[in-house]
């Protein structure tokens, strides 16, 4: 059985297309791994890249496509709505199928010493790969952002895992780390008042007493005109979908809101989706089937949980 | 302006009504402090008794009464369906008005040091009382319960804050504390079936990725043949007893359950129903008054929590 892990790199450029394509183009078209998205964001200035995969496949083309990042960005020139602290800001690698979360550590490791190496740029193992628990939360080691970088870096608590205690120019630094998979969830809501959004986000969020392993907050989509919780799901097992889903909608009726529809950003777990259509299934008396098809899944999380603009290769599993 | 605390002792006895009435009489007709109620259970075979008023004049009625429950209780046969360690089980203070946490905890520590002294009875001091992190949860110093408590006792971890290092024969050891108000709320589910309870308990409750303020478990209730959802709300602002009670509904569909009733052991704050009041209103698009009146704000709340056995004065305003 082949290992599987999603890898998603993020750079801090999500503006020039041609730059990205250039910078992009090594990880297309490999053998071993496939190449399922690059989500460039203009506000953000950052484009969110995954790749599913044997890892094993993915570090020559991931040190090219560093070499690529560290050629064509120069972050002293990057401004943008997104924290960040490198040209390539932020590598993990998350196990998906025959692969432990340790042996994804090493991945992690490899790559790292390889882009330190090669091309004297600082790295930061997080999450799962971090060497000290104040490196475990990514926000943590990217206070003070590319521009804090120069000074922070040089203090012995900051010394990075590899590589000099000293920023690149260019580049600044960046994290690599192994991450269990998380699930990036909005839910669209029918009115474009922020605040609502943002009082249904309170409620259901961990850091204002809501759920425990959800991060939430509001969004308004401008050009679309209506506002979203926006939301990762840390732990689908232990905070599913439907919960979090029916709770919003919940807590918008007092504002006679309703939720319009739902989104889920880069992949999703086949069971994060079969776990939310048993409960809607079990509670309208129809019989469940967990081995029911891809194309029924997707029809059914549209059905149920009024998930928009997706399809099968949204699933993890049915891109492997 | 006069002190008020909220006592609320919990005796292990709740089915000879004769013993609890001769146990909780030196607690009746004072001066100083009102007895609110006695609320005896049979399945739990438990007593919570709530006290209001001034804690300078609850001290030697509160003697008195430990004293009695030491004459009649014998907790060598006691049994029960809630965990337990001592005849009297748990004695909380609780700051209402005119009065700190702090000092809430000095009349614990008064009433422990007069129990322990004339009784022979080990006391812990646990919640804002506690000398220790590890006594800070009641169910931590609970767990082992009576049968239990003859050995831990003896760890010097479990050394109590008074009395000696031995259980008590018939009377078992007690916690005495000082803590924040908490609602006890339980929802009644159309099912025997604790199974079904104890998933949708776990579905709300802090310790397995629930609601940040909610302590919940299963019930079943013989007697009346049904099972609850048992839960004490630790911060009703951050979770409302609507948010509380429209999750467990929701969870309860999968299994064809519906919520038959709730139920509010002890007192209640008049802010906590107007909240969730609130909310059901401007869901339903009536015009909400907070400063409706004492019988509304019960009607409400039996219409909409379907709250029974309720009135009045289960609301901590009510009774000043």
Redesign the interface.
Known sequence: MNKIVQCVPNISEGRDLNKIEYIISPLKNQEGFKFISAEPDKDYNRTVITLLGDPEKMIIPLINFFQRALEKIDMRNHHGEHPRMGAVDVTPFIPISNITIEECVEYAKSLADHISYMYQIPVFLYAKAATDPSRINLPDIRKGEFEGMKEKIKDPLWKPDYGKAEIHETFGVTAIGARIPLIAYNIDLSTDDEKIASTIAK?IR?S??????IQAGPALLEEKGFVQVTMNIL?YK??PIY?IL??VM??A????VTVTNSEVVGLIPKEALLDSI??YQ??L?IPFDKNMSIELIVENSVNYMKIRDFDQYKIIEANL
């Open positions: 409620a961990a204002s007493g809501g759920f425990q392993y732990d232990k905070n919960r029916e709770t919940m807590e009726k007092r504002y006679q048993k409960y079990m509670s008396g």
